[in-house]
């Protein structure tokens, strides 16, 4: 999934007098639908060396980012808070003491928060103004990135022939299926283990998620809204009450992509259930299986 902040979008409106520097590569940020939402996130990441552990830097030397002392504000506002809550290196965050960092949860105060390496994804169903409820036993968890593993819907009728089977190994599921927002058909989601989870929207809050084993579930800070990452945007499709087809191949391609923000489109013949899109920075080192 892919997002681009208010700067990039600046810096791309900004007329150019120099010829494109050819690269060999397509423009992946306005022509590419395979990138992924978390990219931008982990730029910033990158860029400012805020990781638990280090990325190999580029060989190529570029230019200062004009909109460095912006990203570095970002990184500072979403990546602090998480910076206290997971296990980082000194040479990541050397200010930062080893037994400074946050435990969390009455009912294993000693657990500290794991950092997840890539970031996972929580597709989450719930009152957007509400900081807890109930029903996450319907929830689900890609462990994976789904965008880059997605089908466009061109090829839907290319999968149907390979009896459902995605070039990236899974199975496509004719009876509940999934869209993103550049309309990529999705794998199904994993159900979300109960526990406690480190969550953002890359905006403003990064706080403790804690799912409880009869679904109920509780934000530490903010709303479910505060965490939710507008641009990427996910839809469960079903068939209509009343029986009759339900297929990818009845979506209009001209929806997409979708508004940051904005529920995904209707396709005719199905039923549609929207969720909310949550990056997981780090759970819970009860959490085994993740």
């Given at each position: ?130 900081s807890s409820g109930g029903g996450a036993k319907a929830w689900g968890l890609w462990r994976l990135d789904p965008g880059p593993r997605g ?140």
């Amino acid at each position: 999934w892919r997002s681009h902040t208010v700067c990039d979008r600046a810096v791309l409106a900004r007329p150019s007098t120099k010829a494109p520097r050819k690269t060999g590569r397509r423009d992946t940020i306005a022509s590419d639908p395979h990138n992924s939402c978390r990219a931008d996130f982990e730029a910033v990441v990158r860029q400012e060396h805020i990781t638990a552990s280090p990325l190999p830097l580029s060989a190529e030397r570029t230019r200062p980012h004009p909109c460095s002392a912006m990203r570095r504000a970002l990184a500072l506002v979403v990546l602090m808070p998480v910076a206290a809550a997971l296990r980082v290196s000194r040479r990541s965050l050397g200010a930062v003491a080893v037994g400074s960092l946050a435990t969390f949860g009455p009912h294993n105060a000693n657990a500290e928060m794991r950092q997840l390496r890539p970031i996972q994804f929580i597709a989450a169903l719930g009152d957007p103004e509400a900081s807890s409820g109930g029903g996450a036993k319907a929830w689900g968890l890609w462990r994976l990135d789904p965008g880059p593993r997605g089908v466009r819907l061109q090829g839907y009728e290319q999968l149907v022939k390979q009896g459902g089977k995605a070039p990236s190994g899974w199975f496509f599921d004719d009876k509940k299926w999934w869209l993103e927002e550049h309309g990529l058909i999705m794998e199904d989601p994993s159900p979300l283990p109960a526990g406690r989870y480190m969550v953002t929207g890359a905006r403003k809050v990064t706080t403790e998620l804690n799912v409880a084993t009869d679904g109920s579930w509780t934000l530490k800070e903010g709303k479910l809204f505060d965490v939710t990452h507008l641009p990427c945007r996910s839809a469960l499709y079903t068939p209509a009450p009343g029986g009759g087809a339900c297929t990818p191949a009845q979506a209009n391609g001209k929806d997409f992509p979708v508004t940051p923000g904005a529920p995904m489109p209707g396709v005719t013949g199905c039923a549609k259930q929207d969720f909310a899109v949550l990056f997981v920075l780090g759970v819970d080192d009860a959490i085994k299986e993740l």
